[in-house]
């Protein structure tokens, strides 16, 4: 009994982490950026179309040109 129960488990695991990344690879087909942590956003800012923003204490340099630019102090 015990080993039917965690082979239903591992496979309700396996199944739960597939569909999540799934989830996340084809929103749409587009691929999904990354933000980055970084200890200083000083060459970030000096991009084209970038905007240093403060949100919920924490600092973030956003792209909306280049999203590949996202990133968060900390």
């Given at each position: 009994?015990?080993?039917?129960?965690?082979?239903?488990?591992?496979?309700?695991?396996?199944?739960?982490?597939?569909?999540?990344?799934?989830?996340?690879?084809?929103?749409?087909?587009?691929?999904?950026?990354?933000?980055?942590?970084?200890?200083?956003?000083?060459?970030?800012?000096?991009?084209?179309?970038?905007?240093?923003?403060?949100?919920?204490g924490r600092i973030y340099g956003i792209?909306?040109?280049?999203?590949?630019?996202?990133?968060?102090?900390?």
């Open positions: 009994m015990t080993e039917a129960r965690s082979a239903r488990s591992s496979e309700r695991r396996r199944a739960e982490s597939n569909s999540e990344t799934m989830c996340c690879a084809s929103v749409s087909g587009l691929h999904r950026t990354r933000m980055k942590v970084r200890s200083s956003l000083k060459s970030l800012k000096n991009q084209p179309g970038s905007q240093v923003v403060r949100r919920r792209n909306k040109q280049n999203p590949r630019f996202k990133a968060r102090q900390g």
